[in-house]
């Protein structure tokens, strides 16, 4: 009889070990390119928001030319953090709360009250992190990375689309078990009756995956014009789309972080913030074209009350895999041949913590 070679999921301390954890965080979320937000939360100058990983905070902030800047949120002086709100506006300038030493939006130390006649500012600016505005999504790197090759989703015109909603998510689970989640939907007919309905869970076409992303497109079942609660399409499909984008649903996971689902009428964002092994942040937003927001009539509730549900499917069964892989009883298991995708993702894992 001959036996064919399964490959398998990854051992336990991949999810359950904080110093595993600790040290993946620093591999993936420190010397990868993460993706931050979107640059239309910032249309005006002084504009910010920050993102934290490990012990690291950045303000991303548009400066007063316009570009985008991501400034490590460690006052030069004696170390102290600059800013503690999530976001905001600064007013042409960016103050230390302890000793004032003051900052314009790029970085550069300004005032630095008490300190010799001969001190210079010039040698104490704020600290950058890597940042590059990649179709309206802005991704930052605390290493020294070289930016990704993306895919080309120039059809869906992204930086055209504008926020309509959010929802943040606290999800007990691994932030990898969310990506793995999302890499395929063998599970659609048992957790997602709604998406079921819209979707042939085993009809999902996949492009090669790279080290940097993986996905492709899933058809719509007959009848069905985007995901929403009922299947009908509220809004007009995106500009630039062809016949066959119109009737589809992309779906992509950058690496590390950003979860890409590109509908025909709009676009659909999961971030990852791991805050613990066990334990991830996921800012969930959903984008619409900026003409559509605008127009009398405009309606979002359908897409988002869909994919809430949906979502909170999601983090359920995430969370119920971690308390499983938790148990002293877990060893990885066998994967199936239709789960490629995933054990493609373990293996850039593996590969990143040197054992391959």
């Given at each position: 009889?001959?036996?064919?070679?399964?490959?398998?999921?990854?051992?336990?301390?991949?999810?359950?070990?904080?110093?595993?954890?600790?040290?993946?965080?620093?591999?993936?979320?420190?010397?990868?390119?993460?993706?931050?937000?979107?640059?239309?939360?910032?249309?005006?100058?002084?504009?910010?928001?920050?993102?934290?990983?490990?012990?690291?905070?950045?303000?991303?902030?548009?400066?007063?030319?316009?570009?985008?800047?991501?400034?490590?949120?460690?006052?030069?002086?004696?170390?102290?953090?600059?800013?503690?709100?999530?976001?905001?506006?600064?007013?042409?300038?960016?103050?230390?709360?302890?000793?004032a030493w003051t900052?314009?939006?790029?970085?550069?130390?300004?005032?630095?009250?008490?300190?010799?006649?001969?001190?210079?500012?010039?040698?104490?600016?704020?600290?950058?992190?890597?940042?590059?505005?990649?179709?309206?999504?802005?991704?930052?790197?605390?290493?020294?990375?070289?930016?990704?090759?993306?895919?080309?989703?120039?059809?869906?015109?992204?930086?055209?689309?504008?926020?309509?909603?959010?929802?943040?998510?606290?999800?007990?689970?691994?932030?990898?078990?969310?990506?793995?989640?999302?890499?395929?939907?063998?599970?659609?007919?048992?957790?997602?009756p709604a998406l079921?309905?819209?979707?042939?869970?085993?009809?999902?076409?996949?492009?090669?995956?790279?080290?940097?992303?993986?996905?492709?497109?899933?058809?719509?079942?007959?009848?069905?014009?985007?995901?929403?609660?009922?299947?009908?399409?509220?809004?007009?499909?995106?500009?630039?789309?062809?016949?066959?984008?119109?009737?589809?649903?992309?779906?992509?996971?950058?690496?590390?972080?950003?979860?890409?689902?590109?509908?025909?009428?709009?676009?659909?964002?999961?971030?990852?913030?791991?805050?613990?092994?066990?334990?991830?942040?996921?800012?969930?937003?959903?984008?619409?074209?900026?003409?559509?927001?605008?127009?009398?009539g405009f309606v979002?509730?359908?897409?988002?009350?869909?994919?809430?549900?949906?979502?909170?499917?999601?983090?359920?069964?995430?969370?119920?895999?971690?308390?499983?892989?938790?148990?002293?009883?877990?060893?990885?298991?066998?994967?199936?041949?239709?789960?490629?995708?995933?054990?493609?993702?373990?293996?850039?894992?593996?590969?990143?913590?040197?054992?391959?």
């Amino acid at each position: 009889m001959i036996r064919f070679y399964m490959h398998t999921t990854l051992p336990r301390r991949f999810y359950a070990d904080p110093d595993f954890y600790r040290a993946e965080l620093e591999r993936f979320y420190v010397n990868r390119w993460i993706c931050a937000g979107r640059a239309d939360q910032m249309p005006n100058p002084g504009d910010y928001f920050t993102r934290e990983v490990g012990d690291d905070n950045v303000i991303v902030t548009r400066d007063t030319s316009g570009d985008v800047r991501a400034l490590f949120n460690v006052c030069r002086h004696r170390g102290t953090r600059l800013c503690d709100q999530a976001a905001g506006h600064f007013v042409e300038r960016i103050q230390c709360p302890y000793h004032a030493w003051t900052y314009d939006l790029g970085g550069r130390l300004l005032a630095a009250p008490h300190m010799a006649p001969d001190f210079c500012k010039d040698d104490y600016p704020l600290k950058h992190a890597g940042c590059r505005v990649w179709e309206g999504h802005i991704f930052i790197c605390f290493g020294s990375a070289d930016f990704p090759a993306l895919p080309d989703f120039g059809a869906w015109s992204m930086n055209d689309l504008r926020l309509g909603h959010r929802i943040v998510y606290d999800v007990r689970a691994n932030w990898k078990l969310i990506v793995l989640n999302f890499n395929e939907c063998l599970h659609c007919p048992t957790l997602h009756p709604a998406l079921n309905r819209l979707h042939h869970y085993l009809g999902a076409d996949n492009v090669q995956p790279t080290e940097c992303y993986c996905g492709g497109a899933m058809g719509f079942k007959d009848g069905v014009e985007t995901m929403s609660v009922d299947g009908k399409r509220r809004r007009p499909c995106l500009p630039g789309l062809n016949r066959s984008q119109q009737q589809q649903v992309a779906y992509y996971s950058i690496y590390p972080n950003l979860l890409l689902s590109l509908h025909p009428d709009y676009m659909m964002t999961h971030t990852l913030w791991p805050r613990a092994h066990d334990r991830t942040e996921i800012v969930c937003e959903w984008h619409f074209h900026r003409d559509a927001i605008n127009t009398p009539g405009f309606v979002t509730d359908d897409a988002i009350a869909f994919w809430d549900e949906t979502n909170r499917e999601d983090w359920w069964i995430s969370e119920q895999s971690q308390k499983g892989i938790s148990s002293r009883a877990y060893e990885p298991g066998p994967y199936s041949t239709r789960e490629e995708l995933l054990w493609g993702f373990d293996e850039i894992v593996r590969r990143s913590a040197g054992q391959v």
